[in-house]
T-cell receptor, first 114, second 116 residues
Framework: SQQGEEDPQALSIQEGENATMNCSYK?????LQWYRQNSGRGLVHLIL?????REKHSGRLRVTLDTSKKSSSLLITASRAADTASYFC??????????????FGQGTTLQVKP | GAVVSQHPSRVICKSGTSVKIECRSL??????MFWYRQFPKQSLMLMAT?????????EQGVEKDKFLINHASLTLSTLTVTSAHPEDSSFYIC????????????FGPGTRLTVT
């Protein structure tokens, strides 16, 4: 794949539970981003974590980054039915400079059952 | 926040015809826009980078004569799928970044193209 792997590919949980999605990437990065995509819609930027950061929070979202393992995780706490969506990690490939060119992971489809 | 629109949201066309998709940044100027395609249950694949006033940069394997990109102004980029075939049926998404921050991209709602 262009980017790497995300696991799980699909995740189904009950409302109120936590959801954890993982992303592995293949190249060095300056930062890594997470996006959400509701079915048949565009993407919404959730959070950006820089390569010198290990953890970042935004509301019910917690993102970790382990550059030694080239992996990141997205944790959604106290999930809601409205969190049902696909989640993608993305970063800028080496040599892309400041072009803004993003490469996406394969994505995790999350279903939160009410 | 920054808003990007796409038009049309859905289009059905016959094989052999051409289809134009518009991507507009509504409240900011986008020097760079990006075009992606997404097959069902798959990730986004970058097709090309569109720079205002210059030729688009296409990713490997993307036919530039088939997917014509024009970025004539700082708020509009268009993708024209020429001589469309059923295998071109896909979800096309554009994004735009502001000159001040290429790190954050704003995505359009996507265009569902169905070629019959």
């Amino acid at each position: 794949s262009q980017q790497g792997e995300e696991d799980p590919q699909a995740l189904s949980i009950q409302e109120g539970e936590n959801a954890t999605m993982n992303c592995s990437y293949k190249t060095s990065i300056n930062n890594l981003q997470w996006y959400r995509q509701n079915s048949g819609r565009g993407l919404v930027h959730l959070i950006l974590i820089r390569s010198n950061e290990r953890e970042k929070h935004s509301g019910r979202l917690r993102v970790t980054l382990d550059t030694s393992k080239k992996s990141s995780s997205l944790l959604i706490t106290a999930s809601r039915a409205a969190d049902t969506a696909s989640y993608f990690c993305a970063n800028f490939p080496p040599g892309s400079g400041n072009t803004g060119k993003l490469i996406f992971g394969q994505g995790t489809t999350l279903q939160v059952k009410p | 926040g920054a808003v990007v629109s796409q038009h049309p949201s859905r289009v059905i066309c016959k094989s052999g015809t051409s289809v134009k998709i518009e991507c507009r940044s509504l409240d900011f100027q986008a020097t760079t826009m990006f075009w992606y395609r997404q097959f069902p249950k798959q990730s986004l694949m970058l097709m090309a980078t569109s720079n205002e006033g210059s030729k688009a940069t296409y990713e490997q394997g993307v036919e530039k004569d088939k997917f014509l990109i024009n970025h004539a102004s700082l708020t509009l980029s268009t993708l024209t799928v020429t001589s469309a075939h059923p295998e071109d049926s896909s979800f096309y998404i554009c994004s735009a970044s502001q000159p001040s921050s290429s790190y954050e991209q704003y995505f359009g709602p996507g265009t569902r193209l169905t070629v019959t």
